[in-house]
Structure formats: structure tokens, C-alpha cells
């Protein structure tokens, strides 16, 4: 069975630091992985996947993640946060089935 | 280019009720997702549609039932509902040609409260 764990529920950066969300998931399948953002009453946003061609992944608004097999990561950083990235961020994977299977997700708070 | 569309956006019910959550794909999409996110968790996956049929179930108990119709667009029934029914129900579509790299694309969600 896949599954995705997500290090830390709640994570605090003041506005220009580094963000690092950590994922790391199980799949006995090399998988796809995905990493989504939801906001306020709001749905999921795709910022960026990871489908076997590069393991550095770039995505929108900044956001990027490395694929690390040897450590099954697939961590999501950010060099500077702004405001507008407050918002909780939800790992996916997707083996060779069609069903995502997310993480419980991390809520990024950014402190002015 | 219209995205995912779901109605409606809030939905109170008790229990014992049934309820009936729509969707629309995103134009040209053919494939049609349904999660459950309780709150404070990440979406679990109910089931998926494509040519009409139910192709991929999880883990959930027979009340939750579906439907595609032709033009792609996808309804979620939930029977004899229960307080820990009460969840955001996300609906996610993408194209089979693609294949497992697709995204999936979400809607806005529909609120369901069971009281």
C-alpha cells in the first residue's frame, strides 16, 4: 500500500525566510508525486509533480522540490515566503492506480 | 476555459438523510475523482468515473454511490447519512488519454454539515 507522510502539521516562517515542507512517502511502485495547495474554503491547486523526467521539479509562484529516492522525499521548498503563501500544502502520490493519496497536510504560517 | 464546477457550495443535512453533490469537469476532461476531507486531514479518495463506470473505489462503505453521465459531469449520493459524514467533498477531474501523469483538477468543494 502507498502511503505519504507529511513532517509537521504546522510550520512558521517569518516573510523572506526559506520554507521547506517535508514529505516522504511509501509506494512499492516508483510513483508519481504531486504537491497541491489549498486555501481558505477554497479546493486544491496543483503547484507542481514529479512524473520520472527531472528530480528537481520547479513549480508556480516561486515554490520547487527535489525527488529523492534513496530517502523516498520529495520535500517542496521556497528560497523567500511571502504573505500570499500562507496556506496548508498537501503531498500526493499516485502509483501505477488511478486514486491519489495525500498526506495530512502541513499549514504554513508567515510572520511580517 | 471554465474549470471544475461543483454546486452546491454548502449543504446542511441530518442524519438518516441522503444527499446528492454534483460536478462539472473541466472542458475536455473525461475522468471524474470524488475525496472526502474531513477536517484537518487530506482528502481521502471515494471513487473515480470514466465511460459511465465506477472504475476505482476506496475504502468506503456502499452508501456512498455515484453516476456519470455522457456529458462527463459526475454525481456523489451518500445514503442514511452520519455525523462523520460531515466533511468537504472535493471533486477532481482529468483525461484519460494522458495517463497516470495527468493532473487532476480540482473544484471549489462542497461543504456537507450532518447535524
Given at each position: 500500500a502507498q502511503s505519504v507522510t507529511q513532517l509537521g502539521s504546522h510550520v512558521s516562517v517569518s516573510e523572506g525566510a526559506l520554507v521547506l515542507l517535508r514529505c516522504n512517502y511509501s509506494s512499492s511502485v516508483p510513483p508519481y508525486l504531486f504537491w497541491y495547495v489549498q486555501y481558505p474554503n477554497q479546493g486544491l491547486q496543483l503547484l507542481l509533480k514529479y512524473t520520472s523526467a527531472a528530480t528537481l521539479v520547479k513549480g508556480i509562484n516561486g515554490f520547487e522540490a527535489e525527488f529523492k529516492k534513496s530517502e523516498t522525499s520529495f520535500h517542496l521548498t521556497k528560497p523567500s515566503a511571502h504573505?500570499?503563501?500562507?496556506?496548508?500544502?498537501?503531498?500526493a502520490v499516485r502509483p501505477a492506480g488511478n486514486m491519489l493519496t495525500f498526506g495530512g497536510g502541513t499549514r504554513l504560517m508567515v510572520k511580517p | 476555459d471554465a474549470g471544475v464546477t461543483q454546486s452546491p457550495t454548502h449543504l446542511i443535512k441530518t442524519r438518516g438523510q441522503q444527499v446528492t453533490l454534483r460536478c462539472s469537469p473541466?472542458?475536455?476532461?473525461?475522468?471524474?475523482?470524488?475525496?472526502?476531507?474531513?477536517?484537518?486531514?487530506g482528502p481521502q479518495f471515494i471513487f473515480q468515473y470514466y465511460e459511465e463506470e465506477e472504475r476505482q473505489r476506496g475504502n468506503f462503505p456502499d452508501r456512498f454511490s455515484g453516476h456519470q453521465f455522457p456529458n462527463y459531469s459526475s454525481e456523489l449520493n451518500v445514503n442514511a447519512l452520519l455525523l462523520g459524514d460531515s466533511a468537504l467533498y472535493l471533486c477532481a477531474s482529468s483525461l484519460e488519454l494522458a495517463g497516470a501523469t495527468d493532473t487532476q483538477y480540482f473544484g471549489p468543494g462542497t461543504r456537507l454539515t450532518v447535524l
Open positions: 504573505m500570499s503563501d500562507a496556506a496548508e500544502y498537501f503531498c | 473541466k472542458s475536455g476532461h473525461d475522468t471524474v475523482s470524488w475525496y472526502q476531507q474531513a477536517l484537518g486531514q
